[in-house]
Nanobody, 115 residues
Framework: QVQLVESGGGSVQTGGSLRLSCAGS????????MGWYRQAPGKQRELVAR???????NYADSVKGRFIISTDNAKNTVHLQMNSLRPEDTAVYFC?????????WGQGTQVTVSS
C-alpha cells in the first residue's frame, strides 16, 4: 500500500520560511515524478514544483527563486524549502507521486502566511 505523509506546515509571517517534507512508503521515488501541489480556499489545485524522471525540475512562476524542491531517494523523501513567503502562498500543500496511470497523493499540510 502506497502512503505519502507530509509534515512541516504551519503559520509564519510574510517573509518567513518553512520546510515541508513528504515521506513515502510502498513506493520507489526513483520510478516516479515527485511533486508538490497546493490548493487555496475556493481555488483549483495547482502545481508548485515537480522533479521529473531524469531530474528535470519545474516550478510555478509564482514560486521561482523562492522555493526549492529536493529529493532524498535513499530515504524516499521529498522536501520543499519555502523562503520569502507571501500571504498568497497560503494553502494546503499536497505531496504527489505520479507514474502514468498511477497517481498518489498525501493528505496535505496547511501553510498559512500572515501579513
Amino acid at each position: 500500500q502506497v502512503q505519502l505523509v507530509e509534515s512541516g506546515g504551519g503559520s509564519v509571517q510574510t517573509g518567513g520560511s518553512l520546510r515541508l517534507s513528504c515521506a513515502g512508503s510502498g513506493i520507489d521515488f526513483l520510478l516516479y515524478d515527485m511533486g508538490w501541489y497546493r490548493q487555496a480556499p475556493g481555488k483549483q489545485r495547482e502545481l508548485v514544483a515537480r522533479v521529473e524522471s531524469g531530474d528535470s525540475i519545474n516550478y510555478a512562476d509564482s514560486v521561482k527563486g523562492r522555493f526549492i524542491i529536493s529529493t532524498d531517494n535513499a530515504k524516499n523523501t521529498v522536501h520543499l524549502q519555502m523562503n520569502s513567503l507571501r500571504p498568497e502562498d497560503t494553502a494546503v500543500y499536497f505531496c504527489n507521486a505520479r507514474r502514468s496511470p498511477l497517481d498518489f497523493w498525501g493528505q496535505g499540510t496547511q501553510v498559512t502566511v500572515s501579513s
